[in-house]
């Protein structure tokens, strides 16, 4: 972990920043993703 006030902390905004942009886009990928099926016949993917 580090300070507010230590050298890295920018950096480490940085990089929580990037891995948070990461998740979110594979979140909504996989939101973005459902199959429909209404039971009649075969589900098809």
């Known amino acids: 972990m ?3 006030k ?3 902390y920018n950096l ?3 990089m929580t920043a ?3 942009a990461v998740v979110s886009a594979i ?3 996989i939101l973005c ?12 993917i």
């Open 2 to 4: 580090t300070r507010a």
């Open 6 to 8: 230590g050298k890295d």
């Open 12 to 14: 480490g905004r940085t």
């Open 18 to 20: 990037e891995v948070n």
């Open 27 to 29: 979140y909504k990928i």
């Open 33 to 44: 993703r459902n199959i429909v099926n209404d039971s009649h016949g075969i589900c098809k």
